[in-house]
């Protein structure tokens, strides 16, 4: 039984294994499908040290398996064996040191080729960490025209963009593979470091410092598009809060406004203008909610404003006060901010 299902087991496994190998170099979350200049640079330089190591691993096998399996001679304890070893150990010696040299070089070059400042033309974002969501922060000259879109980072494509980062509370990792490596968010420090996509695509990140309960839950997704879609979408982020475009929106509004909702949340063109937690004024355009954790619908929304805590445990939005009534109204309404 064992003999005879040997083979095709071991064939199954072989091809899961080589198409789990080959899937996770795609996707938007992946080292591997490079998407900018800077993770190209870091991509290659990985697959330099991976190259070279692999050759010497090779190497150092080969010569293992050739000492083993070689025959014990007469004079191998002659002087001219001995010769013989010291040549070889110090010619090993010195290509092991050159191939260092090369490899602390390369890695240099490419690090500096990382954090050299971008050209002309760049636009800057504001990055700014909390347990557990990210705000994005477009400047503006003027103050009211800042633009917030937490977990959502909109780049034009082609173009670098700039990204200060900070914290609000503990220490955050920005971390989108596709674009580029880990930088830190520091409580009290700015960092930074610049992106650039080649091509349109929504990219994932993810927050790659441990941050208490729910650094899991801590996602974000980069949309990369063409500049004028870019600029479409930043003038619209831009408005204000519209009026609310039927009655049970409106009821809504007015519920959202009496409730503590206010103490944590914006939402320009109102009184709400806490920023606790998310900015709410265009939260019916983004794609998910509460850092990548639900899809962007009516029912993950109306299960998040119900029971938060059950979706992502400990997070900072208190448990819901609202009847089941005034919940629906609050639903439509924050459905209508787009
Ligand atoms: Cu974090």
Request: include cysteine; proline fraction near 7%; glycine fraction near 10%.
């Amino acid at each position: 039984m064992t003999r005879r299902t040997g083979r095709p087991a071991g064939a199954w496994v072989a091809t899961t294994v080589l198409s789990l190998a080959l899937a996770g170099c795609r996707g938007n979350q992946v080292i591997f499908n490079p998407q900018g200049p800077a993770a190209r640079d870091i991509a290659q330089l990985g697959w330099f040290l991976f190259a070279v190591c692999g050759v010497v691993y090779a190497m150092v096998l080969v010569a293992l398996a050739w000492a083993l399996l070689r025959r014990r001679r007469e004079d191998d304890q002659g002087a001219g064996a001995t010769r013989a070893i010291t040549r070889t150990v110090a010619l090993a010696t010195a290509v092991t040191a050159a191939l260092l040299v090369v490899l602390a070089a390369t890695s240099v070059t490419a690090g500096r080729g990382l954090t050299s400042p971008s050209g002309p033309g760049a636009i800057t974002v504001d990055v700014i960490g909390h347990q557990w969501w990210w705000d994005f922060q477009y400047r503006d000259v003027t103050p009211s025209d800042v633009v917030s879109s937490p977990n959502e980072l909109h780049i034009p494509v082609g173009v670098p963009v700039v990204l200060r980062a900070q914290s609000r509370d503990v220490i955050h990792s920005f971390w989108v593979p596709n674009l580029h490596g880990k930088r830190d968010l520091i409580p009290g420090v700015v960092t930074s470091l610049w992106i650039q996509a080649d091509r349109p695509g929504v990219y994932r990140g993810q927050c790659a410092e441990f941050c208490g309960y729910q650094h899991a839950h801590m996602a974000m997704q980069v949309v990369a598009e063409p500049m004028d879609a870019f600029l479409a979408w930043i003038q619209r982020q831009r408005q204000p809060a519209g009026d609310p475009p039927d009655q049970e929106a409106l009821r809504g509004r007015e519920v959202f406004l009496q409730s503590p909702c206010v103490s944590c949340h914006t939402v320009r063109g109102t009184i709400a203008g806490s920023r606790v937690g998310p900015d709410l004024t265009h939260v019916g355009s983004r794609l998910t909610l509460a850092a990548g954790t639900l899809p962007n619908t009516r029912g993950h929304l109306a299960g998040w404003v119900a029971d938060s805590q059950s979706v992502k445990p400990g997070n900072r939005m208190p448990p819901n006060v609202l009847t089941a009534g005034d919940l629906q109204a609050v639903l439509g309404y924050l459905r209508s901010l787009r």
